[in-house]
């Protein structure tokens, strides 16, 4: 599976969107981004995922670019509650991509 | 459904000690896993299966071992307890392998103590 490099910290105003970046720069074609969430001392919380197009769901927005070397998870209007760590996980088809691989992901601080 | 279910929450034992922690899905997942999580760390894999009868080890499987009987049931089994395996478990569960439906449930956690 491809490597993600994720900044290790970052602020986001309650009320404003948060922005994520994820470099997942050696994506193979058949490689999916997958987004998981760990709020504090709880299990890890699948957000969205995505192959190549855009994705929207409840939760957030996912932005892939065209090389699809990078994405960007968007929480549209950030809350308190959204303060976690985020990961970023590249996996692919077969056996392996369900090991899924942590690195430390971005702590995102959702500020009053 | 009450989703990935895990017991005990908490658990101190003494070196040398042996247990199993449980867990549990309601979702006909065929895919499950356990990870350790330390302070400060990322997720590493212990050992994962792919369906009942089948097992394989993960990133970290020395001193764990575990089995596979029903669909619904993943048991982590700690043979004798070393303080290197204080830590925090999840266990996962995952209704497919690869590509676009491989989200994963995690549990709340177990978190144990080697003294």
């Known amino acids: 599976d491809a490597k993600t490099t994720q900044p290790p910290s970052m602020d986001c105003a309650e009320g404003r969107a948060a922005n994520l970046p994820c470099n997942h720069s050696?994506?193979?074609?058949?490689?999916?981004v997958y987004w998981y969430r760990q709020i504090h001392s709880q299990g890890p919380q699948y957000i969205i995922h995505?192959?190549?197009n855009n994705e929207t769901n409840e939760m957030a927005s996912l932005i892939i670019t065209e090389d699809r070397k990078s994405s960007t998870l968007i929480l549209p209007h950030a809350t308190l509650r959204d303060t976690a760590v985020y990961y970023c996980?590249?996996?692919?088809?077969?056996?392996?991509?369900?090991?899924?691989?942590f690195g430390k992901g971005t702590k995102l601080s959702v500020i009053p | 459904n009450a989703g990935v279910t895990q017991t005990p929450k908490f658990q101190v034992l003494k070196t040398g000690q042996s247990m199993t922690l449980q867990c549990a899905q309601d979702m006909n997942h065929e895919y499950m896993s356990w990870y350790r999580q330390d302070p400060g760390m990322g997720l590493r894999l212990i050992h994962y299966?792919?369906?009942?009868?089948?097992?394989d080890q993960g990133e970290v499987p020395n001193g764990y071992n575990v089995s596979r009987s029903t669909t619904e049931d993943f048991p982590l089994r700690l043979l004798s307890a070393a303080p290197s395996q204080t830590s925090v478990y999840f266990c996962a569960s995952s209704y497919s392998i690869g590509g676009g439906r491989n989200e994963q449930f995690f549990g709340p956690g177990t978190r144990l103590t080697v003294l």
């Open positions: 050696t994506i193979s074609g058949n490689e999916y």
């Open positions: 995505g192959l190549k």
């Open positions: 996980i590249v996996t692919g088809t077969g056996a392996g991509s369900y090991q899924l691989t």
């Open positions: 299966s792919v369906g009942a009868g089948i097992t």
